[in-house]
């Protein structure tokens, strides 16, 4: 079974802080993403990596960055958290075979408060 | 941009009855599409992939169809029952990775 797991079921932070979100895979997957999920507005792509130390932005990039330091390892950092990124934030996985599009696996989500 | 549009938000069904869930995309050169659920405050479930390729994929009481052509798919849940009662997701692959995904049907299961 694939899983992914994500450091934290609940978070709540101040306004300012610096925030780690950690994802980890356990199916050697290549591909790994953050989402938020907000009401009304569905899942938006924050970023994606493709390979170890590789990544994308996704169509929401802007206050967030990321690190993949290791495969399995995908982290999601907000520099200065504010309070517009109050969300459920949601990683997943997916194998990467030559031009396919795979299924992509998710996580438990994190739900992050700023306050 | 492809978008994709699950209608109607919320549905509420008697149990029993067959789910009839509909999404529908814009862009038809997708590469596969995928139906997830989502119980409350938790993360998303994979249910099924259908391949641009594919017509149909059934797993169990579930079967999704694909018609590339109209830019539409269907999830049906035969016999539904209370513990089916969450939010259905879809989502349209196309390049890059990319999933385009609907806002969701939520569904409540009357027992």
């Known amino acids: 079974d694939v899983k992914v797991t994500q450091s934290s079921r609940y978070l709540v932070k101040r306004t300012g802080e610096k925030v780690f979100l950690e994802c980890v895979q356990d199916?050697?997957?290549?591909?790994m993403f953050w989402y938020r999920q907000d009401p009304g507005l569905g899942l938006r792509l924050i970023y994606f990596?493709?390979?170890?130390?590789?990544?994308e932005k996704g169509d929401i990039p802007e206050g967030y960055s990321v690190s993949r330091e290791k495969k399995e390892r995908f982290s999601l950092i907000l520099e200065s958290a504010s309070t517009n990124q109050t969300s459920m934030y949601l990683c997943?996985?997916?194998?990467?075979?030559?031009?396919?599009?795979?299924?992509?696996?998710f996580g438990p989500g994190t739900r992050l408060t700023v306050l | 941009k492809q978008e994709v549009t699950q209608i109607p938000a919320a549905l509420s069904v008697p149990e029993g009855e067959n789910l009839v869930l509909n999404c529908s995309f814009t862009?038809?050169?997708?590469?596969?599409l995928q139906w997830f659920r989502q119980d409350p405050g938790k993360g998303l479930t994979s249910l099924l992939l259908?391949?641009?390729?594919?017509r149909e994929q059934t797993s169990g009481r579930l079967n999704a169809s694909l018609d590339k052509s109209s830019g539409r798919s269907t999830l049906y849940i035969a016999a539904s029952q209370p513990g089916d009662s969450a939010t259905y997701l879809c989502?349209?692959?196309?390049?890059?990775?990319?999933?385009?995904f609907g806002k969701g049907n939520q569904v409540v299961v009357i027992p």
């Open positions: 997943a996985s997916s194998l990467s075979t030559g031009g396919a599009v795979n299924e992509q696996f």
């Open positions: 199916m050697d997957h290549e591909n």
């Open positions: 990596s493709y390979d170890v130390k590789m990544k």
């Open positions: 862009d038809s050169a997708i590469y596969n």
């Open positions: 259908i391949q641009s390729s594919q």
């Open positions: 989502a349209a692959a196309y390049g890059n990775n990319r999933l385009a």
